[in-house]
């Protein structure tokens, strides 16, 4: 795991309601303690995330209005598999994370919250 648990606990609290955008813009070296993060590290980190939310049913993953079918493995497979593999790929010659906003990306979060409400980003 790359996460003890109080940093997972802060990092959902603090991102709890962001956009997938805003969650990948915040795997930073300085927040995780790291003079430096390759783009393989900033992504094993961004899917660690991810997968920990998706287990404790803090967010689901969805496109168009529905949730993605699957297991959470399979889920986490199909993002993998369409990831950008490098930097540059990610910023689509905009911006870093411009990516999530692209018919390339399976989709967005879901944000479950403890009284059931559905905060889709």
């Excluded at 795991?1 to 603090?14: G, I, N, P, T, V």
């Excluded at 309601?17 to 927040?31: I, Y």
């Excluded at 969805?62 to 598999?81: F, H, N, T, V």
Aim: charge should be negative; include cysteine; aromatic fraction near 14%.
């Amino acid at each position: 795991m790359l996460y003890s648990d109080d940093e997972y606990k802060l990092f959902a609290e603090e991102l709890e309601g962001s956009s997938m955008g805003t969650v990948w813009s915040a795997m930073r070296a300085d927040n995780l303690g790291k003079e430096e993060l390759s783009y393989k590290e900033k992504c094993d980190y961004f899917f660690e995330l991810m997968e920990r939310l998706l287990l404790e049913g803090k967010i689901k993953l969805a496109s168009r209005g529905k949730y993605l079918e699957g297991s959470i493995d399979e889920q986490i497979s199909l993002y993998r598999e369409n990831f950008p593999k490098n930097q540059e790929e990610m910023e689509e010659d905009a911006f870093d994370g411009f990516w999530f906003l692209t018919e390339k990306c399976p989709g967005g979060i879901v944000w479950i919250h403890d009284n059931g409400y559905e905060d889709w980003t």
